[in-house]
């Protein structure tokens, strides 16, 4: 094409965006995530540190960096972090990275936090950040998944659950809410959601060389 307000397949250059999941613990935004980044190239995940030992088959470095209780203070001192809180007694942050400069350069990030971080997020970069909110179709059914996940203890079931109204009483802080019933469903969904929100106008940073091209 040899226009530089398009990218490689014919498609504008945008900025990226920040695409936040979040839901109460057990809800699927976990599952939800890697079927995004295997099913979208465009979009990494941003990997947060915690101070929470792994689960079986998580590994360091791919689904979190585990940290001491030492390195995450050092971390916080040194002003690592773009946002971090506390979680189910655990510390869990998200690194600053190159988000911002990956942003510039139309590269999507994919965040798995809590309402906590959202809100530090979008308080810091209103115009990049999307909001999902997960919800799962009963607490029932969310009781069953967290069990049925097999990787936490009763206690740190209960404990989940005794959290899971107060986390879903932050509804109404996100963009879009999505009940996850069918997994696949919910899946379509939050794609839908990412592909349109990729097409906004403020973001088609190519927009403006386009159309002027097109007008002669
Ligand atoms: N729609 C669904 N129907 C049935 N099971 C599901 C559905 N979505 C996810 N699950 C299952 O529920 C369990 C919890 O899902 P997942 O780990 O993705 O939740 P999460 O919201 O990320 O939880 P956490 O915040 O604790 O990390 C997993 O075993 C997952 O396979
Ligand atoms: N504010 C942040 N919340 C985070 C971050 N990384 C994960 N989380 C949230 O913590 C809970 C528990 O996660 P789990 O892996 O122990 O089940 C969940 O709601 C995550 O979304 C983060 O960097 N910042």
């Given amino acids: 094409m040899g226009d530089s307000s398009h990218t490689s397949d014919d498609r504008l250059h945008r900025r990226g965006l920040m695409f ?7 809800a699927g935004k976990t599952t939800l995530s890697r079927m995004l980044l295997a099913r979208d190239s465009e979009i990494k995940l941003s990997v947060s540190a915690t101070t929470r030992p792994p689960r079986p088959g998580e590994v360091d470095g791919v689904h979190y960096h585990f940290v001491s209780p030492q390195e995450f203070d050092r971390m916080v001192e040194e002003d690592d972090f ?17 988000i911002r400069a990956g942003l ?7 965040f798995d ?7 530090q997020l979008y308080q810091k970069d209103q115009q ?6 997960i919800l799962p179709p009963s607490l029932e059914e969310l009781h069953r998944r ?24 932050h509804w ?5 809410v999505i009940i996850n019933d069918n997994v696949d469903v919910c899946f379509e969904k939050v794609h839908a959601i990412l ?4 097409m906004k106008r403020q973001r088609q940073t190519g927009l403006i060389p386009f159309v002027r091209g097109l007008m002669g």
Avoid: C, N
């Fill in 146 to 169: 967290l069990t049925g996940r097999a990787t936490d203890s009763a206690e740190v079931i209960a404990a989940r659950m005794e959290r899971a109204r107060a986390e879903i009483s």
């Fill in 128 to 133: 990049d950040v999307v909001r999902v909110f």
């Fill in 82 to 98: 773009y946002e971090w809180a506390h979680v189910f007694g655990h510390r869990y942050g998200t690194p600053k990275g190159k």
């Fill in 172 to 176: 109404d802080g996100y963009d879009y």
């Fill in 104 to 110: 510039k350069d139309g590269k999507d990030v994919l």
């Fill in 195 to 198: 592909e349109a929100e990729r």
């Fill in 113 to 119: 936090i809590d309402w906590q971080g959202t809100q």
């Fill in 20 to 26: 936040i999941l979040s839901s109460p613990s057990g």
